[in-house]
C-alpha cells in the first residue's frame, strides 16, 4: 500500500509540476518582450547573453500577391505595391484578397541600438508552405522554392536555420513565401534573431526534447506491440501501442520535423498526409485501449461509431488533396479535444469501481485532464504549450506501461502459483500410483502362485470344471500383473528411470517390417516406400520394441506431411555406429524451427484433416538418447525432410527373442528331457512326428531356433504332424514339396522374407480356404493388423505365445480348411449326380442306331461314352487339381457323342496354346462345353458353333467358352448364379472356383444376337 501511494505521489507530482514549471518560464520569457510595430522592431534593450536569441515578434510589413526582393525595397520606393500589416506569428488569411492560397512578401526593419560586428543567425520554425529568407540583402536559407508561377513552386515546410554575418546598428529581414496546399498560410511559427552560437544551442535543445518525444512513443510501442504479438489475447496492449506509433509518427512530422532529416527525399505532400492520418486515428487507439482495458465501459455501438467517424476521416485525409482536406483542422482538433474529455470520463467512473491498479489509474487520468487543460490555455492565452502536451502525454504511456507490466507480472505470479500447486498434485498422483502398483504386486503374485499350486495338484485332485477356474484366474492374475507393470514403467519414464531391454539386433529385419506396415497406411497417397538398407548391416544394441517404435514415430511423421513422392529409408554404418535416415518429400521445416521441433507438443503447421499431439518426435529422440545414440534433422521446405539418428553396433549375434514362450512351455512340462528330439535346436526342414499326427500337418517358420523347437513341442504334443523351417524360402519350397500340408505358422519378423511377403507370396498359389496361415507378431496396433489381413493371413497370435490358444487356433483354422475341403468334394459329388439319365439313352440309341450302319464308328462311339462315363464318375478326380490334358479328354468325349447325335447341327472348334503342366479343378471345362452345347445352339434349328479357348496370359490360363446360339442376358445369369433359376452346374463351378482358387466364373458382354461367352481366368501359379 505503502509503495502505491508513493507511486501515485511521484506521478502526480511530475503531472502538476512540469507544467507550473514551464508555464512559469514561458510567461517568464515573454515579460519585456520587444514588439513589432509598423514593420520595425528595437531590440536595443535585449540582452542575448541573458535571455537567448530575440523573438521577432508583432506587426510586420506584407505585401500580397508578390515576391519581393531586398533590391526591390532598395531601388523601386515608389513603385512598391501597397503594404499591409500583419501579425506576426499569425496565418495571412485577412490580408489576402480571395483565398489563402497564394504568394506574399514579408519585411521587417531590425534596430539593434548598438553597432554590431558579428556572425548572427536566423531561426524559422514554420511558414506555411514555401519561403525564402534574406539578412541586409544576403539569401540566408530556405525551405521549398517559392514562385509565382504555381508549376514551378515546389512546398516545403521544414524548419531551417540561416547565417549571415552583420554590420551597422540596422538590419532588413525580407521573407518571401507561398501557399498553394493549405487552408492557412504564412509565417504560423516563431521567427527567432540572435548570435550564431545561441541559436545553434536553441537548435540542439529543440531536436532532443523531439528525440526525447519521439522514443517516449516509439519504444513503449514497440514493446507492446511485440507483447501483442507473443500473447495475442492482450488486446490493450495491441491498441496502446498502436496509440504510441502514431505518437512517435506525429512527433516526426511536427516541431522540428525529423522526418525531413532522416528521408529529405521524401514528398511534402507525404509529410502533410502522415499529419493528418496521425491525428485522425490517434485518438481512436486511445478510446480503444480505454474499452479493452476497462471491459463495459463504453457501449459497443458508440465505439462502432467512433471507429467509424474516425477511419472515415483517415481515408479522406489520404485520398483528397492537402488544400481540401486542411479545411477540416478545426473539426479534427475538436474530435480530438473531446476525444480527451470522454477518457477521461472513463477513467473517472472506473477509479469509482476501486480498482487494483488505482494509484496508476490516476496518474493516467491527471495525464489525460492535465493535456486537456493546456490545449485550453494554448487556445485562450495564445501560449505555445504544445512541448507540454507532448510532456503529459508521454508521463501517460509510461503509467500505462507500468501499468501492463504490473498485470503481467501479477499473472505470471498466479500462473507460477497454480503450476507449483499442479505439479504437487501431479507428483502425489503419481506418488499414489507407484506405491498402489508396488503394493499390488506382492499380493497379486500369492494368487497366481497359489492358483498354480492348486492347478498342480498341490491341495489334492482337482476336478475339470475346477482346472477351468483355476486357470482363467491365474490367467487373470498375469493379466493383471502385466498391468501392474506397465504402470510402474509409467512412472519410472515420468522420473527418468525408464530402462531399456537392450540386446543384439539385425536392424535389416526390424527396419523391413516396419516398412511393410507403413507401406498399408498410406491408402490412396501416390508416395513410394523405398527400402534402401543393406542386408549384411552390422547388428545393433538396442531395445526391439523402441526400435520399433522410433521408426514407427518418424516413418508415420513422414506419411503425414507428405503428399507425394517417395519416403526413404536408408543405413549405413562407420565408427562403431550405424546411421539410420528417414527422408521424404513432404513439406519440409523452416531452418528456425528445427531446435524447437523435438520438444513435447510441437507439431508443424497442421493442414485440414490432420491430428496429432507433438509428442511423437520427443519420445523419439528420448529413445535413441536412452539407447546411446542421438537424432537430428535436415530440411527445406517445398523440398523435403530427413530424419537421422545413430545405434551403436554390437558383435554379438541376436538371441532367442521368446525366452518368455520358452519358460512358459517349459512350465507347463511340455518340454520333457525324454521326448525332446536329440538335436536341439532343429535346423531347417528338421521335423519331429510323432504317432499320433492325424489332427493336422503343419509348417512352423521361424528364424529362431529356439522359437521353432518350442513350437514344434507345442503342437507335437496335441498330436500334429509339424515340420519347422527357418526362412520363407524353405518354406515355399516345402509347400511344393509336400501339398498336403494344411497350415502355416510363420513369425513376422524374419530376415530375407519377412512373414508378411510370405503371406503374399503363399496367396498367390493357394487361397484362404485352402491353406490357412497364422502370422507370430508382438504387434497389437491396428495397422498392423490391418497390413497382415491385406497380405493374406488368417490369424494373428500375439507373442510372447500362449500355450493353449496356440493349440486352440490351429486347431480351429485346420478344421476350417478341412470344412471347406469337405463342402468343395460335396459340390463335386453333387455336380457328378447331375447327369441326366436321358442324355445316357441318347448316347445309346445313337450308337445302336450307328451298329447297322458303321460298326466301325459303333464301336469307336462306345469307347468315348466309357471315356466320358469314366472320366466323370472316376471319384479320384475330386482332388484339388487335374492336368489340363486329362480334363479337355472329358471335353473330347462328350462332344465326340453330341456330334454323332446332331451331326452338322453341332460344329465344335477349339483353340489353345502351349500348356505342358498346366493344371485345373477337375469337371470345370465339361459342364462349360455341355451348357453351350444344350442351353445354346441346340436351342437353334440350325443348330450352331461351339468355341473352346484356352490361353497363357503370362500369370494365369484363360477359359472361354462362346456359342452363337440363343444367348444368356445377365439379368438369367446373376439369377442362375443366386439359385433362383436354372440347374446347378454353373452354380457349383462358380463356387469350387472361389471358395479353393480365388477365381469367379464370369459372363461376358458381347453383341445383341453374338451368342455367349463365358468363362474363368485360373492363377498359374496354382499349377505350380
Known sequence: MIKKWLVLAVGLLLILGVPVIGITNILIDQRDLPKAEDGRIDLSGWNDEDRGAAPLEGTWEFYPNVLLTPDDFAHNQGVLPARKLLTVPGAWNSAMSNSSLGAGTYR???????????????????????????????????????????????????????????????????????????????????????????????????????????????????????????????????????????????????????????????????????????????????????????????????????????????????????????????????????????????????????????????IGLMSIMMCMLLSLVDLIFALDVNWLVIDELVLFVLAQTILIIRRFVRAFADVERLSNRLLTLDGLKDEFMANTSHELRTPLHGIINIARSMLEGAAGPVSPKQKENLAMMMTTGQRLSLLVDDILDFSKLKEGRLRLSVR????????????????????????????????????????????????????????????????????????????????????????????????????????????????????????VELGGGRIWLDSEPGVGTSFFFTLPISSEQPGPSESRLLRLVEDAGLLEPESTPPSSPLHPGEEWNPPNGEAGRVLIVDDDPVNRRVLLNLLTTAGYEATAVEGGAEALRMLDEQPGIELVVTDWMMPGMSGLELCRRIRERRSLADLPVLLLTARSLPEDIQAGFDAGASDFLGKPVDAGELRARVRTLIGMRRAAEEAVSAEMAFLQAQIKPHFLYNALNVIIATCPVDPDQATELLIELSHYLRGSFDFQNRDRLVPLGKELELVGSYIALEQARFGERLTFEYEADDLVGIFVPPLCIQPLVENAVRHGVMQRSSGGIVRLSVRDHGSSVSVRVWDNGVGLQPERFHEIMNGREGGVGLRNIHRRLSALHGATLRLEETAEGAGTTIGFDLPKALSI
Open 108 to 362: 521587417l526593419i531590425i534596430d539593434f541600438g548598438r553597432k554590431v560586428d558579428e556572425d548572427y543567425a536566423l531561426k524559422i520554425d514554420n511558414i506555411r508552405m514555401s519561403s525564402q529568407a534574406y539578412l541586409n540583402g544576403d539569401k540566408v536559407g530556405s525551405s521549398g522554392y517559392p514562385s509565382l508561377d504555381h508549376t514551378l513552386d515546389e512546398q516545403k515546410n521544414l524548419p531551417y536555420i540561416g547565417f549571415s554575418h552583420l554590420s551597422g546598428s540596422q538590419v532588413e529581414l525580407v521573407i518571401q513565401v507561398t501557399n498553394y496546399s493549405y487552408v492557412s498560410g504564412g509565417i504560423v511559427g516563431s521567427v527567432t534573431l540572435g548570435p550564431e552560437s545561441i541559436i545553434l544551442r536553441d537548435k540542439q535543445v529543440d531536436w532532443a526534447g523531439d528525440f526525447s518525444a519521439f522514443f517516449g512513443f516509439f519504444l513503449p510501442g514497440l514493446l507492446f506491440l511485440l507483447l501483442h504479438m507473443l500473447h495475442k489475447r492482450e488486446r490493450p496492449a495491441l491498441y496502446l501501442g498502436l496509440f504510441c506509433m502514431l505518437g512517435a509518427l506525429y512527433m516526426l512530422t511536427h516541431g522540428e520535423k525529423l522526418i525531413g532529416f532522416f528521408l529529405p527525399t521524401m514528398p511534402y505532400w507525404v509529410v502533410l498526409k502522415l499529419q493528418a492520418i496521425s491525428a485522425s486515428l490517434i485518438y481512436l487507439m486511445l478510446i480503444s485501449y480505454m474499452n479493452e482495458l476497462m471491459p463495459g465501459s463504453i457501449h459497443r455501438y458508440l465505439m462502432r461509431a467512433y471507429t467509424l467517424l474516425t477511419v472515415s476521416g483517415a481515408i479522406t485525409a489520404l485520398i483528397l488533396p492537402p488544400e481540401v482536406f486542411s479545411i477540416l483542422e478545426p473539426v479534427i482538433l475538436s474530435a480530438g479535444f473531446l476525444s480527451l474529455v470522454y477518457a477521461a470520463f472513463i477513467t473517472i467512473r472506473w477509479i469509482q469501481k476501486q480498482p487494483d491498479d488505482l494509484d496508476l489509474v490516476t
Open 504 to 623: 543384439p539386433l539385425a536392424l535389416y529385419t526390424v527396419v523391413q517390417s516396419v516398412v511393410e506396415v507403413i507401406a498399408y497406411t498410406l491408402a490412396e497417397k501416390p508416395i513410394r516406400m523405398i527400402l534402401d538398407c543393406p542386408e549384411d548391416l552390422p547388428n545393433v544394441k538396442m531395445d526391439e520394441d523402441r526400435l520399433r517404435q522410433i521408426l514407427y514415430n518418424l516413418l508415420g511423421n513422414s506419411v503425414k506431411y507428405t503428399e507425394r513422392g517417395e519416403i526413404r529409408v536408408r543405413a549405413s554404418a562407420s565408427d562403431g555406429w550405424v546411421t539410420v535416415e528417414v527422408s521424404d518429400t513432404g513439406i519440409g521445416i523452416e531452418r528456425e524451427r528445427w531446435p524447437d521441433i523435438f520438444r513435447r507438443f510441437e507439431r508443424i503447421e497442421a493442414r485440414e484433416g490432420m491430428t496429432g499431439n507433438g509428442l511423437g518426435l520427443s519420445i523419439t529422440r528420448e529413445l
